[in-house]
């Protein structure tokens, strides 16, 4: 789920992650000691330029990197501009959302949604328009404790149980890490911590393990977990994607 809140821990395994940390590198140059075999400054960064980018296969031809791949045609950069389009269009939607231009009797579906609680525009859908949240209302696991599948993932058999029950956020916290690998632990209000770790039990709950992966949840699960937990003043920050934390 993609989302965020503030909490104590830097990421999550499901919709959260940490600043990534990436070691740089310097390229040496080797150069020639003897006088007599001297070069210009400039011809040598450009031949080390050139080292860095290209390499020699196993017949000793050079290979330049991306040289075998296709250059974008007409239709290609056609449908690219579409899809733009089209998100652009969405997430204006999703901000008429969030401030009420577009009613949510008009886009709810599952009649649980509320925009109340909600952050920012990447919170404001429905899980009925979650492919993977009607999937998980419709799985085996479901259809066994229920006969008729639910409309909305507040429904499902596992969604109070597993994200608004206290204990079992209590136990269900060891198995979350960061990414740097330390364990889960409290910072700040007992509210807020329970939210974190409520949001990662949706996630797993309808999308199974993550990783990295954030996606925001639906608006109505949001709502349903910060009402379990009521966030104090300026505890609530939104889902973004950007940043690690929920």
């Not at 709502?223 to 609530?236: V, Y």
Request: with cysteine; proline share 5%; charged share 30%.
């Amino acid at each position: 789920m993609s989302a965020s809140e503030s909490y104590s821990d830097d990421s999550s395994t499901s919709c959260e992650s940490d600043l990534d940390t990436s070691e740089e590198y310097e390229l040496e140059v080797e150069e020639y000691d003897s006088p007599s075999e001297k070069e210009p400054q400039e011809e040598s960064s450009t031949q080390a330029q050139f080292d860095c980018n290209n390499h020699q296969n196993s017949a000793g031809a050079v290979v330049v990197p991306y040289e075998e791949e296709p250059i974008a045609d007409d239709d290609w950069v056609e449908r690219y501009e579409s899809e733009k389009e089209t998100a652009r269009i969405h997430f204006e939607e999703l901000q008429q959302r969030l401030d009420g231009t577009i009613p949510t009797s008009q886009w709810c579906k599952c009649n649980n949604c509320d925009t109340s609680l909600l952050q920012n525009e990447y919170e404001t859908q429905c899980c009925q328009e979650i492919d993977r949240c009607t999937k998980a209302l419709s799985s085996d696991d479901v259809l066994q404790d229920v006969e008729i599948p639910p409309t909305c993932v507040l429904n499902h058999p596992g969604f109070r149980i597993n994200c608004l029950e206290k204990w079992s956020l209590k136990m269900a916290v060891p198995k979350y890490k960061t990414k740097i690998g330390k364990r889960y632990r409290q910072q700040g209000s007992e509210e807020t911590f329970f939210r974190s770790i409520a949001y990662r039990e949706f996630s797993q709950l309808v999308y199974g393990v993550l990783g990295r992966l954030r996606i925001p949840l639906p608006a109505c699960a949001y709502h349903a977990i910060r009402t379990q937990f009521p966030p104090g003043d300026k505890e609530l920050t939104g889902f973004d994607e950007d940043v690690s934390d929920q």
